[in-house]
Each structure stands twice: as structure tokens, then as C-alpha cells.
């Protein structure tokens, strides 16, 4: 890509906190005398991501970490505390109108759960077809030839359109999911863990289908998953995400070559590899921390093999580390790394 062509989508120091409000009886302790406080979720703390047309990011991390709240953020399904988000270099909350709409259906989602995320009510025919006929982008009269070539590009027969979801497949359903989104004929996808409820060959499948897809379609991709070794055989670049915080960026062979952060460290040696030398697994000491109260300074340094005094009470700042990665430890700056 020119160095001059912007991101296709950016996000530039989004955060996102939910706010828990008091229940009818947590107000009345309160009245009473109680101290009782509502409590607020720090989802997404400070996060700046640059994504590129036609670049596959891997966005990696455990449970709870952040990385679906992120990628509703991306797209808009979820609103942003602070920061922005930018398409091809403009601010999408300056957007409007016919400009606005087209951003809108550019950005679309896979979701984690083929399961819950297809209405058990409606026909593959309207499922995969509401959207384009709802929009204008094809008439009632095309819905069934349109949703039938959307099948066929994901891999299933266009013989199936007047099914229910119950009819199929797990790994037939996450097609139905994909060609649901490709059916407004989007540029950026965010694939939330999409292979995850899968059987393993049918990962496989799937990804390999992701693959295809990027190649015919020219399609960008923000691939979230918990799954190191998942991501490894799709992205480009990867993004270790930990308690709301990006911790180390870079690309797939320099990161897994030669991780920098003591978290993404620790995240590596838990992938199974068959290769003829001998290797230590160690596994993380401790659980995640909650979101509700989040440690200081390092969110990691309660369970980081390097702590010290520092990592309580400063954030250490994700800065570039080597050509185009980046790693958020103090370790970086003291000279220990």
C-alpha cells in the first residue's frame, strides 16, 4: 500500500466503560447509611489501532479482555466513551446521510455463536436477504436469485434457502453467518472469535474459506480470537490485547519468532507445536484481574515474572520496540528487556 493511502479504518485512543447503576435495594443500603457505589466497567482503556486495506489483524487475548468490546466499537455497534473513529482518514462521527450509509454497510460483523446469532424464526432466504432488499441494494423480486449466489460463494447449496437454521450444521450455520455479512457487499469485517464453537477440521474450512473470500473480495479483516495458533495461519499482524490495553503489536513472524512482552511471552508457550527440540511450558500465575478494578500502573504486574516497584504505579506507554512492532512493558526502558 502507499504510505500515503490512510487506514482504512482507524481508531485513535477509543475507551469504552459501562456503567453499572444501583439496583432498587443497592440504593436503599445506600439511604440507610450503607456505602454502596455504582460500579463502572473499564472495557476498553486508551486503545489506538491503524488497520489498512486489505490487512488481516489478529486481535488476540483471554476472555474478558476487551477484544469483542473493541471490535463493536470498530464498526459502531457500540458507542465510544472517548476517542474517534476514522474511515479511509475521516472522522465517522462527521459523517452523515448518504455518506454516513455507506460507511455503515461497508463495516459488518461475524459473530462468535452460529447458534445464537441467526433467528431461529427466519428463513435462510431472509436471513442472508433482509439486508440487501432493506437497504435498496437488490429488489424483492432478486432476493432469491441474490441470496443464492451469497450461498454458493460461501460454499453451501442455494437449494437451501427456505431452511431454518435448526437444519443445519454448526460449521453450515457460520457460512450462513459469513454470507449474511457479505451480502451488503462490505470492505472491513470484523470476525468475532468466528471459529471458535467449531470442531477443529471444520476451523480449518472456515478459515481457508476467510482466506478465499480476502482474495476474491478484497476484503480487510479484524480477526478476534483467544486462539494464538488460530490466528497464526490468517493474519498479517497481531494484536495482544490484555484488560482493556493493547501490551505488543507486530507483524506474524517477528511476534511469534521472538515475542517482547512478558504477557504475549507467556501466551506463546502455551501453543502445542510438533518440532524436534525440547520446550518449557509456564503457565500464567494468577486469574485476569477484574475490569471493575483494574490494578495500577501495569494491569499485568500482579502476574508478570518481572515486576517491580515501577509496574505498580506508572502505565507503561506502548512505544515502537523495532520497525513496525510496538510493546508496552517498562522492561523496555529500563535496559532488562
Given at each position: 500500500?502507499?504510505?500515503?493511502?490512510?487506514?482504512?479504518?482507524?481508531?485513535k485512543?477509543?475507551?469504552?466503560?459501562?456503567?453499572?447503576?444501583?439496583?432498587?435495594?443497592a440504593k436503599?443500603?445506600?439511604?440507610?447509611?450503607?456505602?454502596?457505589?455504582?460500579?463502572t466497567?473499564?472495557?476498553?482503556?486508551?486503545?489506538?489501532?491503524?488497520?489498512s486495506?486489505?490487512?488481516?489483524?489478529?486481535?488476540?487475548?483471554?476472555?474478558?479482555?476487551?477484544?469483542?468490546?473493541?471490535?463493536?466499537?470498530?464498526?459502531?455497534?457500540?458507542?465510544?466513551?472517548?476517542?474517534?473513529r476514522?474511515?479511509?482518514?475521516?472522522?465517522?462521527?462527521?459523517?452523515?446521510?448518504?455518506?454516513k450509509?455507506?460507511?455503515?454497510?461497508?463495516?459488518?460483523?461475524?459473530?462468535?455463536?452460529?447458534?445464537?446469532?441467526?433467528?431461529?424464526?427466519?428463513?435462510?432466504?431472509?436471513?442472508?436477504?433482509?439486508?440487501?432488499?432493506?437497504?435498496?441494494?437488490?429488489?424483492?423480486?432478486?432476493?432469491?436469485?441474490?441470496?443464492?449466489?451469497?450461498?454458493?460463494?460461501?460454499?453451501?447449496?442455494?437449494?437451501?434457502?427456505?431452511?431454518?437454521?435448526?437444519q443445519?450444521?454448526?460449521?453450515?450455520?457460520?457460512?450462513?453467518?459469513?454470507?449474511?455479512?457479505?451480502?451488503?457487499?462490505?470492505?472491513?469485517?470484523?470476525?468475532d472469535?468466528?471459529?471458535?464453537?467449531?470442531?477443529?477440521?471444520?476451523?480449518?474450512?472456515?478459515?481457508?474459506l476467510?482466506?478465499?473470500?480476502?482474495?476474491?473480495?478484497?476484503?480487510?479483516?479484524?480477526?478476534?480470537?483467544?486462539?494464538?495458533?488460530?490466528?497464526?495461519?490468517?493474519?498479517?499482524?497481531?494484536?495482544?490485547?490484555?484488560?482493556?490495553?493493547?501490551?505488543?503489536?507486530?507483524?506474524?513472524?517477528?511476534?511469534?519468532?521472538?515475542?517482547?512482552?512478558?504477557?504475549?511471552?507467556a501466551?506463546?508457550?502455551?501453543?502445542?507445536?510438533?518440532?524436534?527440540?525440547?520446550?518449557?511450558?509456564?503457565?500464567?500465575?494468577?486469574?485476569?484481574?477484574?475490569?471493575?478494578?483494574?490494578?495500577?500502573?501495569?494491569?499485568?504486574?500482579?502476574r508478570?515474572?518481572?515486576?517491580m516497584?515501577?509496574r505498580?504505579?506508572?502505565?507503561?506507554?506502548?512505544?515502537?520496540?523495532?520497525?513496525?512492532?510496538?510493546?508496552?512493558?517498562?522492561?523496555?526502558?529500563?535496559?532488562?528487556?
Amino acid at each position: 500500500m502507499n504510505e500515503n493511502t490512510p487506514p482504512l479504518l482507524e481508531l485513535k485512543a477509543v475507551s469504552r466503560r459501562f456503567e453499572h447503576s444501583l439496583d432498587a435495594a443497592a440504593k436503599l443500603a445506600k439511604l440507610l447509611g450503607g456505602k454502596v457505589l455504582s460500579q463502572t466497567v473499564h472495557a476498553v482503556n486508551d486503545v489506538s489501532l491503524a488497520i489498512s486495506p486489505g490487512e488481516v489483524v489478529g486481535l488476540v487475548g483471554e476472555s474478558g479482555c476487551g477484544k469483542s468490546t473493541l471490535g463493536r466499537l470498530a464498526i459502531g455497534l457500540l458507542p465510544l466513551s472517548e476517542g474517534e473513529r476514522y474511515w479511509r482518514g475521516k472522522p465517522i462521527s462527521g459523517l452523515a446521510g448518504a455518506e454516513k450509509k455507506a460507511q455503515q454497510l461497508r463495516t459488518q460483523m461475524i459473530f462468535q455463536d452460529p447458534y445464537a446469532s441467526l433467528n431461529p424464526r427466519m428463513r435462510v432466504v431472509d436471513i442472508v436477504g433482509e439486508a440487501p432488499v432493506t437497504h435498496g441494494l437488490i429488489s424483492r423480486k432478486q432476493q432469491a436469485e441474490y441470496v443464492s449466489e451469497q450461498l454458493n460463494r460461501v460454499g453451501l447449496s442455494g437449494q437451501v434457502l427456505r431452511r431454518f437454521p435448526h437444519q443445519f450444521s454448526g460449521g453450515q450455520r457460520a457460512r450462513i453467518g459469513i454470507a449474511r455479512a457479505l451480502a451488503v457487499n462490505p470492505e472491513f469485517l470484523v470476525c468475532d472469535e468466528s471459529v471458535a464453537a467449531l470442531d477443529v477440521s471444520i476451523q480449518a474450512q472456515v478459515i481457508n474459506l476467510f482466506l478465499d473470500l480476502r482474495s476474491q473480495l478484497n476484503l480487510t479483516y479484524l480477526f478476534i480470537s483467544h486462539d494464538l495458533s488460530v490466528v497464526e495461519h490468517i493474519s498479517d499482524r497481531i494484536v495482544i490485547m490484555y484488560l482493556g490495553r493493547v501490551v505488543e503489536t507486530g507483524s506474524v513472524q517477528e511476534l511469534y519468532a521472538d515475542p517482547n512482552h512478558p504477557y504475549t511471552q507467556a501466551l506463546l508457550s502455551g501453543i502445542g507445536k510438533i518440532v524436534p527440540k525440547k520446550r518449557t511450558f509456564v503457565p500464567i500465575k494468577g486469574e485476569i484481574p477484574s475490569p471493575l478494578s483494574p490494578p495500577s500502573g501495569c494491569h499485568f504486574h500482579p502476574r508478570c515474572p518481572h515486576v517491580m516497584p515501577l509496574r505498580n504505579s506508572e502505565v507503561p506507554a506502548l512505544r515502537e520496540i523495532a520497525p513496525g512492532r510496538q510493546s508496552a512493558c517498562h522492561l523496555n526502558t529500563t535496559g532488562s528487556a
